[in-house]
């Protein structure tokens, strides 16, 4: 049975074949064609991060005093909670387990105020709004080396606020 045979219906869930592959590569040429990536494309996107990271406030990772960290137990325990501070505001984040290789992330941020909060894991990002009150929440994240940045609604009062990234 040839795919004149089947009906447009049931090929939208059938597999890829060459057919399709030659269709998207005639596409992709004719946007490459038609609308090609600037060549100066990737540097421009590094020039404008690392300038709004120069903007941006940094946020420490608090420590805690040496008594603090005497522990009598068997076992070391895992962190569970995170305190950055910087000059304008300070964000704390819990992490608890959200699956057997995923994480969630509960934070706030004081003083309270409506943010835009990032997350950053490697090439990942995603980003939620934290309430009036600096409440956000991450579900369903990956362990691994992470950095967050906090943009508060009042941009123009407020530079952004970049954290160190932190494995979780």
Do not use: C
């Not at 409440?135 to 609604?153: I, Y």
């Amino acid at each position: 049975m040839n795919t004149s045979e089947i009906p447009a219906g049931d090929l939208a869930g059938a597999p890829l074949d060459a057919s399709d592959a030659i269709v998207l590569s005639m596409i992709a040429d004719l946007y490459s064609h038609l609308d090609p990536v600037p060549s100066d494309l990737v540097d421009r996107l590094e020039f404008s991060i690392t300038l709004d990271a120069l903007n941006a406030e940094l946020a420490e990772l608090q420590q805690l005093p040496e008594a603090a960290l005497a522990s009598r137990a068997e076992q070391a325990s895992v962190v569970k909670t995170l305190t950055f501070t910087s000059d304008s505001l300070t964000t704390m984040v819990a992490i608890s387990p959200d699956g057997p290789d995923r994480v969630r992330i509960d934070g706030w941020i004081a003083p309270g105020a409506e943010a835009t909060v990032e997350v950053h894991q490697g090439q990942l990002s995603r980003q939620v709004s934290a309430d009036t009150d600096g409440r956000f929440v991450f579900e369903d994240l990956a362990h691994g080396l992470t950095r967050f940045v906090v943009r508060p609604a009042q941009a123009a009062a407020h530079p952004p606020v970049m954290t160190p990234a932190v494995e979780i």
